[in-house]
């Protein structure tokens, strides 16, 4: 494409960007600043995303882009799109053909492979921001590990409501050190972050963060010992493909108000289903 | 046998000598008072010896189990597990100590989990039981503080920071800010509860009747210097300082 | 075998307050006490008998001058004591009384009394029972004994102070004044405890207004005279 380099950035921002990148995958879990770039989109879409894929894009790259577990909605083509036509790298949506997959909010259900990278888009880096609304109070709590409100936090939604309620962006524990927020993703994708072979990256363009997990890092979900995390999901099976074990999305067809279950994982149920798009 | 001492501390603040070269000590299990009126630099000192504000020069040594060692050779990490801990601080007010929309156990539970507690039911026991050390009903304990009185909310305190078993407690004007009332069954409550556990305090006011009360030993501070010390019913029946006998002198005979 | 030993004591009062004032209190005091002994302090007002009393407790300091005291078979001065021993001192060894309680409140008159056992680390149930054994014995009447003595008249309030008094046994004792607000009948009660405790062991040097008392209980009288004023 006339008048852009390869993937919309500079060289020189790429550069920054994976500087960004070794140190996030150096420290496990801690936010690392970096100078986020205005983008073709808004903050709030994806920026953040966006830029980490655009970072790491080579032209051998095969790119995947889905959106809450989706390859056809607007997000996905419009990223998906911007890629094409900025890089003309391959796309898929095969999550095992993919080098790359970004997502928004959640992880496929095919496991990852080494050599995969996924991106994730993150709308807010810090774990701690509901709790602690100074920022430098924050950034000294993960100096010294000080995490004491976020199992406050855990201990209130016990008492609450009997179990922990938190259904999405489930705060977790870096190789046993920085809490993270795994990004919105459903509580039910958490163990997937667990010694996964693939890099994982987070990329925050409104808050200017960027963190990591290396392969095969250790994550834990915050729990108690005597309440501990289970990741939830709907009691039902997938009305298309009859899965029980992937994540679902309830939609509801029809005026009356009629619901059914669907695999959120567009590629998943289309896989098991024998058809391909 | 010494537990914190600090040495010919000195700390400006602009002009003001807010500690001009103090130093004193403290024994295990001992209470120590300082007393003295607003800008006596008690407060500044009392920040100074938990490790709260740096001073510009002199240090403060405490006894971790193996003798006496700056807490500047700590680093921060040590020292915030120190105050996390094996140290506790009760400030005035306490609504800058709790978490408001937080229930009465969580707010109690909170050191403990930054400690490591990892057992929910255990917590929940725990905190139960600090409120009824504390006289606060346990049935409480599921109910948010915002809607407790100043002497409940102070008492929460109490119970939130003595739950790690520390082994020494600053406190900041413990009882200032409440009625009388309320205030002889906190200054009880914090006499039965220091003598029980065994703790060492050092406590800042500008009430000498609660110094008596709780104090062994009594230092009296004036623009940033410390005037006497002694034993706290030497000093105050026996001042031998102008400054002290002008300050015994001004409390009104009940 | 002496229990306490004081000389040399000196004290001038310096009134800062009233432009310096000077007032010499102490001028070469000195006692020696021995166990089982109990020795009356006398003279006239002004002379000093209450603040030698208060500065052989550490409650004033002297000037110069030694207060050796039998802890735990050592001699300890009180006089250059340090604080922490002082009050270890004033746990085990030596006991005061004066003319009336001060009252803190919320503290039932019981848990007053069972207080020195207490610091002694005597039992709860024990410390407890042997107050109440002691209020009994000075007449406060059981239903007084869980109620904060702030609320009592000032003749009840010195009862649970003398019980407070009487239910450990001091090695030394010093006592001021401590039946100025008895009636005869309660005083005649707190000779009898007195005597049980010289019985005992206990020294004890006390002052008392009252001569029926002091001839009841002391062996010896230490009459004091007013330390002229220096300049």
Same mark, same amino acid.
């Given at each position: 494409?006339?008048?852009? #380099?390869?993937?919309?950035?500079?060289?020189?921002?790429?550069?920054?960007?994976?500087?960004?990148?070794?140190?996030?995958?150096?420290?496990?879990?801690?936010?690392?600043?970096?100078?986020?770039?205005?983008?073709?989109?808004?903050?709030?879409?994806?920026?953040?995303?966006?830029?980490?894929?655009?970072?790491?894009?080579?032209?051998?790259?095969?790119?995947?882009?889905?959106?809450?577990?989706?390859?056809?909605?607007?997000?996905?083509?419009?990223?998906?799109?911007?890629?094409?036509?900025?890089?003309?790298?391959?796309?898929?949506?095969?999550?095992?053909?993919?080098?790359?997959?970004?997502?928004?909010?959640?992880?496929?259900?095919?496991?990852?492979?080494?050599?995969?990278?996924?991106?994730?888009?993150?709308?807010?880096?810090?774990?701690?921001?509901?709790?602690?609304?100074?920022?430098?109070?924050?950034?000294?709590?993960?100096?010294?590990?000080?995490?004491?409100?976020?199992?406050?936090?855990?201990?209130?939604?016990?008492?609450?409501?009997?179990?922990?309620?938190?259904?999405?962006?489930?705060?977790?524990?870096?190789?046993?050190?920085?809490?993270?927020?795994?990004?919105?993703?459903?509580?039910?994708? #958490?163990?997937?972050?667990?010694?996964?072979?693939?890099?994982?990256?987070?990329?925050?363009?409104?808050?200017?963060?960027?963190?990591?997990?290396?392969?095969?890092?250790?994550?834990?979900?915050?729990?108690?010992?005597?309440?501990?995390?289970?990741?939830?999901?709907?009691?039902?099976?997938?009305?298309?493909?009859?899965?029980?074990?992937?994540?679902?999305?309830?939609?509801?067809?029809?005026?009356?108000?009629?619901?059914?279950?669907?695999?959120?994982?567009?590629?998943?149920?289309?896989?098991?289903?024998?058809?391909?798009? | 046998?010494?537990?914190?001492?600090?040495?010919?501390?000195?700390?400006?603040?602009?002009?003001?000598?807010?500690?001009?070269?103090?130093?004193?000590?403290?024994?295990?299990?001992?209470?120590?008072?300082?007393?003295?009126?607003?800008?006596?630099?008690?407060?500044?000192?009392?920040?100074?010896?938990?490790?709260?504000?740096?001073?510009?020069?002199?240090?403060?040594?405490?006894?971790?189990? !193996? @003798?006496?060692?700056?807490?500047?050779?700590?680093?921060?990490?040590?020292?915030?597990?120190?105050?996390?801990?094996?140290?506790?601080?009760?400030?005035?007010?306490?609504?800058?100590?709790?978490?408001?929309?937080?229930?009465?156990?969580?707010?109690?539970?909170?050191?403990?989990?930054?400690?490591?507690?990892?057992?929910?039911?255990?917590?929940?026991?725990?905190?139960?039981?600090?409120?009824?050390?504390?006289?606060?009903?346990?049935?409480?304990?599921?109910?948010?503080?915002?809607?407790?009185?100043?002497?409940?909310?102070?008492?929460?305190?109490?119970?939130?920071?003595?739950?790690?078993?520390?082994?020494?407690?600053?406190?900041?004007?413990?009882?200032?800010?409440?009625?009388?009332?309320?205030?002889?069954?906190?200054?009880?409550?914090?006499?039965?509860?220091?003598?029980?556990?065994?703790?060492?305090?050092?406590?800042?006011?500008?009430?000498?009747?609660?110094?008596?009360?709780?104090?062994?030993?009594?230092?009296?501070?004036?623009?940033?210097?410390?005037?006497?010390?002694?034993? !706290?019913?030497?000093?105050?029946?026996?001042?031998?300082?102008?400054?002290?006998?002008?300050?015994?002198?001004?409390?009104?005979?009940? | 075998?002496?229990?306490?030993?004081?000389?040399?004591?000196?004290?001038?009062?310096?009134?800062?307050?009233?432009?310096?004032?000077?007032?010499?209190?102490?001028?070469?005091?000195?006692?020696?006490?021995?166990? @089982?002994?109990?020795?009356?302090?006398?003279?006239?007002?002004?002379?000093?008998?209450?603040?030698?009393?208060?500065?052989?407790?550490?409650?004033?300091?002297?000037?110069?001058?030694?207060?050796?005291?039998?802890?735990?078979?050592?001699?300890?001065?009180?006089?250059?004591?340090?604080?922490?021993?002082?009050?270890?001192?004033?746990?085990?060894?030596?006991?005061?009384?004066?003319?009336?309680?001060?009252?803190?409140?919320?503290?039932?008159?019981?848990?007053?009394?069972?207080?020195?056992?207490?610091?002694?680390?005597?039992?709860?149930?024990?410390?407890?029972?042997?107050?109440?054994?002691?209020?009994?014995?000075?007449?406060?009447?059981?239903?007084?004994?869980?109620?904060?003595?702030?609320?009592?008249?000032?003749?009840?309030?010195?009862?649970? #102070?003398?019980?407070?008094?009487?239910?450990?046994?001091?090695?030394?004792?010093?006592?001021?004044?401590?039946?100025?607000?008895?009636?005869?009948?309660?005083?005649?009660?707190?000779?009898?405890?007195?005597?049980?405790?010289?019985?005992?062991?206990?020294?004890?040097?006390?002052?008392?207004?009252?001569?029926?008392?002091?001839?009841?209980?002391?062996?010896?009288?230490?009459?004091?005279?007013?330390?002229?004023?220096?300049?």
């Amino acid at each position: 494409m006339e008048g852009y #380099n390869f993937a919309y950035l500079d060289e020189q921002t790429k550069r920054m960007i994976r500087r960004a990148i070794l140190k996030a995958v150096a420290i496990p879990g801690h936010q690392i600043p970096f100078a986020s770039r205005e983008m073709p989109l808004p903050y709030g879409w994806g920026t953040g995303g966006i830029q980490l894929t655009a970072a790491i894009l080579g032209p051998e790259d095969v790119l995947k882009v889905i959106d809450q577990g989706a390859d056809d909605t607007t997000n996905a083509v419009s990223i998906r799109g911007f890629f094409e036509r900025t890089a003309g790298t391959a796309t898929t949506t095969r999550t095992q053909e993919a080098s790359i997959i970004q997502t928004r909010h959640r992880i496929p259900e095919t496991p990852l492979q080494a050599g995969q990278i996924i991106v994730y888009q993150v709308p807010m880096p810090e774990p701690l921001y509901r709790l602690e609304p100074s920022r430098a109070v924050a950034a000294r709590m993960h100096a010294i590990a000080d995490y004491g409100a976020m199992h406050v936090k855990l201990y209130e939604e016990i008492t609450r409501f009997g179990r922990v309620a938190l259904s999405y962006d489930y705060p977790v524990v870096a190789n046993e050190r920085y809490l993270m927020s795994p990004s919105p993703i459903p509580a039910f994708d #958490n163990p997937k972050l667990d010694m996964s072979p693939a890099l994982q990256l987070f990329g925050a363009g409104r808050e200017k963060r960027i963190y990591a997990l290396p392969p095969y890092t250790r994550v834990r979900s915050l729990d108690f010992e005597d309440h501990p995390f289970h990741p939830g999901r709907a009691d039902a099976v997938c009305a298309l493909c009859g899965a029980a074990d992937s994540y679902l999305d309830e939609i509801i067809s029809d005026d009356q108000g009629t619901k059914m279950f669907v695999c959120s994982d567009t590629d998943y149920c289309d896989t098991r289903r024998g058809e391909t798009r | 046998m010494t537990l914190l001492q600090a040495q010919n501390l000195h700390k400006r603040f602009a002009n003001l000598e807010a500690l001009d070269g103090v130093s004193l000590s403290l024994r295990r299990h001992e209470i120590l008072a300082i007393v003295g009126e607003s800008g006596s630099g008690k407060s500044t000192l009392l920040n100074v010896l938990a490790g709260r504000a740096s001073a510009d020069e002199g240090e403060v040594y405490y006894d971790r189990g !193996t @003798g006496l060692a700056p807490l500047s050779a700590l680093g921060e990490l040590e020292l915030r597990r120190l105050q996390r801990a094996r140290w506790g601080f009760i400030q005035q007010d306490p609504r800058q100590a709790l978490r408001l929309s937080i229930t009465a156990g969580g707010n109690i539970g909170e050191r403990l989990m930054a400690s490591g507690a990892r057992h929910y039911g255990d917590i929940r026991r725990t905190a139960a039981h600090w409120l009824e050390a504390v006289e606060i009903d346990p049935a409480r304990l599921d109910d948010l503080p915002r809607h407790f009185s100043g002497g409940m909310l102070q008492r929460l305190q109490i119970a939130a920071t003595l739950v790690t078993g520390p082994e020494l407690v600053f406190m900041d004007e413990p009882t200032g800010g409440l009625d009388v009332s309320v205030q002889a069954r906190i200054l009880d409550l914090i006499r039965g509860l220091v003598r029980r556990l065994g703790l060492a305090a050092v406590l800042v006011t500008h009430d000498i009747g609660v110094a008596r009360l709780l104090a062994d030993r009594i230092v009296v501070m004036r623009r940033g210097r410390i005037v006497e010390s002694g034993l !706290t019913d030497q000093v105050l029946d026996d001042p031998h300082h102008e400054y002290t006998q002008l300050l015994v002198s001004s409390v009104l005979p009940t | 075998m002496i229990m306490l030993e004081a000389s040399g004591l000196e004290k001038t009062f310096i009134l800062h307050l009233q432009n310096g004032t000077r007032l010499k209190v102490l001028r070469d005091a000195g006692i020696i006490l021995r166990a @089982g002994e109990c020795i009356a302090l006398t003279g006239p007002s002004g002379a000093g008998k209450s603040t030698l009393l208060r500065a052989l407790y550490g409650n004033y300091l002297v000037d110069t001058g030694k207060i050796l005291v039998r802890q735990e078979g050592q001699m300890v001065d009180i006089a250059t004591a340090q604080p922490a021993d002082v009050l270890a001192i004033r746990r085990e060894t030596l006991g005061y009384v004066s003319q009336f309680l001060r009252a803190i409140p919320r503290v039932s008159a019981v848990d007053v009394v069972a207080a020195p056992l207490l610091e002694r680390g005597v039992a709860s149930d024990e410390a407890h029972a042997k107050a109440a054994e002691l209020l009994g014995r000075l007449g406060v009447a059981p239903r007084l004994h869980v109620l904060p003595p702030v609320t009592f008249s000032g003749g009840e309030q010195q009862r649970v #102070n003398l019980a407070r008094a009487f239910v450990c046994d001091w090695p030394v004792l010093l006592l001021d004044e401590p039946t100025a607000s008895l009636d005869p009948a309660n005083r005649d009660i707190v000779i009898t405890l007195m005597n049980e405790a010289k019985a005992r062991g206990a020294a004890m040097i006390g002052i008392f207004h009252d001569s029926f008392v002091r001839d009841a209980v002391a062996d010896t009288v230490l009459r004091l005279e007013p330390a002229k004023e220096d300049i």
